[in-house]
């Protein structure tokens, strides 16, 4: 076998390599078999299998019976059509890895995987660049899972079961036709990663502000026009991507070629510095457009009515310019302009 190309145990590892062998599946099957053979009486077990880019069209079925401790196995970039039953045997597993294959029939996981052994040990599952059109029911029944990638696949929707993967940490769906974020994803404690980007969604549901562990949550390239102000809630939140969506791209568009009128800055200024004056000092225009501050609807409120509010927010992935995100708002909040500064639309009056 060694005209075959890199089969390889790693030294005081237990990882067997044998990516890119350039033979048949039939001899890597022969292979594995004579390898699992020796393995039998060695005094460490195999904990780490490679097998990506071998042109496999099956699991091997030495893996079960020669390979009983695998913690890590890697089978990406073959012709897989179907993670067949040799998996179930892996008792051990924490890691697959079958990325870029053929999977996404019905038949694309074996039967019996919620349960199987794996549902209690596997915790990192990378099925991306796949055909998957839905998320499989079976992957949701796996509770110990904490990475779940489903990149790059056919996927249309998020299912609402996606809550029963309570230890989920990072969860990478991009790349799909997905439309809507349903609120269940809510209900992930320990979900501190979460990459959407790619996709068709519209709209962010507020119930994302209590992922109180999201460190980083990428939209881009959706079609977002305004995010929620609860996202604000979000205080752990160290990342946040949302260019290539209209809400930044028209924004940014408006900055650039709508600047605000020189009446509009004037009073930005004079209303952020909390500047005195008297009727005296200012132009009869500006002193009118300066008395619109006081005409909201809500006798509560000190500003006028606003439905869409630009407002800092310190992550810094939107562009190379501007820090500034849209927030729906159905009524101003003159609580706003204590806390933050505030940009109003051209077609809005300041707070």
Known sequence: M????????????????????????????????????????????????????????????????????????????????????????????????????????????????????????????????????????????????????????????????????????????????IKEIPPELANLPSLSYLVLCDNKIQSVPPQLSQLHSLRSLSLHNNLLTYLPREILNLIHLEE?????????VRFVRDLTYDPPTLLELAARTIKIRNISYTPFDLPGNLLRYLSLASNCPNPKCGGVPLYILFLPVPWNSLSDKFNWLPFLLDLCESTWSSDCHLVASQNHHFV
């Open 240 to 248: 946040l991507s949302l260019r290539g969506n209209p809400l930044v």
């Open 2 to 177: 060694e005209e075959a190309g890199a089969a390889v145990v790693a030294a005081g590892e237990a990882e067997l390599n044998m990516s890119r062998l350039n033979v048949s599946p039939e001899t890597l099957e022969l292979e594995l078999e004579a390898r699992g053979e020796e393995r039998r009486g060695a005094r460490e077990a195999l904990l780490r299998l490679l097998l990506p880019h071998n042109r496999l069209v099956s699991l091997p079925r030495a893996l079960g019976s020669g390979f009983p401790h695998l913690q890590l196995l890697d089978v990406s970039g073959n012709a897989l059509t179907a993670l067949g039953p040799e998996l179930l045997a892996l008792s051990s597993l924490r890691t697959l890895l079958a990325k870029n294959n053929r999977l996404g029939g019905p038949g694309a996981l074996p039967k019996g995987l919620a349960q199987s052994p794996l549902c209690r040990s596997l915790q990192m599952l990378n099925l991306s660049g796949n055909c998957f059109q839905e998320v499989p029911a079976s992957l949701l029944e796996l509770r110990a899972l904490q990475t779940l990638s489903l990149g790059g696949n056919q996927l249309q929707s998020i299912p609402a079961e996606i809550e029963n993967l309570q230890s989920l940490e990072c969860l990478y769906l991009g790349g799909n036709f």
